[in-house]
Nanobody, 119 residues
Framework: QVQLVESGGGLVQAGDSLRLSCAAS????????MGWFRQAPGKEREFVAA????????DYADSVKGRFTISRDNAKKTVYLQMNSLKPEDTAIYYC????????????WGQGTQVTVSS
């Protein structure tokens, strides 16, 4: 099993920055890629960004390209989401997820961290 713990959420104003962290533990070798997702009130969960542990290839949702940056520290088994130029519409619970190699879906999920952006 893989355990994922997010941290770094909070209340900020529009235009501010936040950095989320996701610490992975347990059988982390099971994970091939790590992703960030978010879910706003009354909306479905949506993809934000993803990164491959090996090689660091990244992918982003169009809504966050140029503002958010996903990165990883393999030694610490931690994934980060640097969020700049935050907008009120970025308000959501942000979840970290781990996906296994060749799997289309993510198998492991954290408990989420709240990000609130005020206008």
């Amino acid at each position: 099993q893989v355990q994922l713990v997010e941290s770094g959420g909070g209340l900020v104003q529009a235009g501010d920055s936040l950095r989320l962290s996701c610490a992975a533990s347990g059988s982390t070798s099971l994970t091939y890629r790590m992703g960030w997702f978010r879910q706003a009130p009354g909306k479905e969960r949506e993809f934000v960004a993803a990164i491959i542990w090996s090689g660091g290839i990244t992918d982003y949702a169009d809504s966050v390209k140029g503002r958010f940056t996903i990165s990883r520290d393999n030694a610490k088994k931690t994934v980060y989401l640097q969020m700049n130029s935050l907008k009120p519409e970025d308000t959501a619970i942000y979840y970290c997820a781990g996906g296994m190699y060749a799997a289309r879906s993510y198998s492991y999920w954290g408990q989420g961290t709240q990000v609130t952006v005020s206008s």
